[in-house]
């Protein structure tokens, strides 16, 4: 939030929690400041309005309530730890668009899959995950995705189409990913149409038809000189 956005904040506060015959001291604006200043106002807002028509809002609001509502509100894009784990290769041969945070958590199990214990791989991939997504959060550190392509080939296209049409990846960065030929259906999955357009590879039909026009423009060129 911006300076100015700070006072409505301050004045916001203190109306709040005058509403639970309570005071806005020094240390407690201080503290809702720290925790709540990376969100916009405009959401922050809304958040307190809706906490106050909610079951809870019987309660003078915590700074965790009104986080997790602006969270709802404004998904990150995170996935869940069952998804994270769902997503994860689990050989050489799979492909995957994963997040460092996921990265990280399967460093931590990975000595666990290599001795083939999967379900308590699982289990530590889970805890370690949410805890590193948890730190994250707090100190306002988001998300960021990478391509993690496996030896399988026919595996790419897909995932790096999801990853375009999720908002992942850019489409420029999966582009330079795989070969030329299989741009134009990656984009059209992802739903580039346009820009799929621009990377469809001529026919052998079309490809000759080119040639025999500029053929025929150098015939005629070289008749005109």
């Known amino acids: 939030m911006l300076d100015y956005e700070k006072q409505a904040f301050l004045r916001m506060l203190q109306a709040t929690m005058s509403m639970y015959d309570k005071t806005a001291t020094a240390e407690t604006v201080?503290?809702?400041?720290?925790?709540?200043?990376e969100y916009s106002f405009a959401d922050v807002e809304i958040a307190f309005s809706r906490y106050l028509r909610s079951s809870e809002g019987r309660f003078s609001p915590k700074p965790a309530s009104v986080i997790d509502i602006i969270n709802s509100m404004r998904p990150d894009g995170r996935p869940g730890a069952d998804e994270a784990w769902a997503m994860i290769p689990m050989d050489e041969y799979a492909s995957a668009v994963m997040t460092q945070e996921m990265a990280e958590a399967l460093h931590i199990a990975q000595p666990l899959l290599d001795a083939g214990d999967k379900i308590a791989a699982r289990m530590a991939f889970k805890e370690a995950y949410s805890r590193i997504v948890e730190s994250n959060k707090s100190a306002g550190v988001k998300s960021s995705w990478f391509p993690s392509l496996g030896q399988d080939k026919s595996g790419q296209e897909a995932v790096l189409a999801e990853a375009i049409?999720?908002?992942?990846?850019?489409?420029?960065?999966?582009?330079?990913?795989?070969?030329?030929d299989k741009v134009a259906p990656m984009l059209q999955s992802a739903g580039e149409e346009k820009l799929a357009l621009e990377y469809k590879m001529p026919s052998a039909e079309e490809a000759m038809k080119k040639i025999q026009e500029w053929k025929a423009i150098l015939k005629k060129d070289a008749k005109d000189d």
């Open 165 to 180: 049409r999720l908002g992942r990846l850019s489409a420029d960065h999966a582009i330079g990913l795989i070969a030329p």
């Open 30 to 37: 201080s503290l809702w400041w720290g925790l709540l200043k």
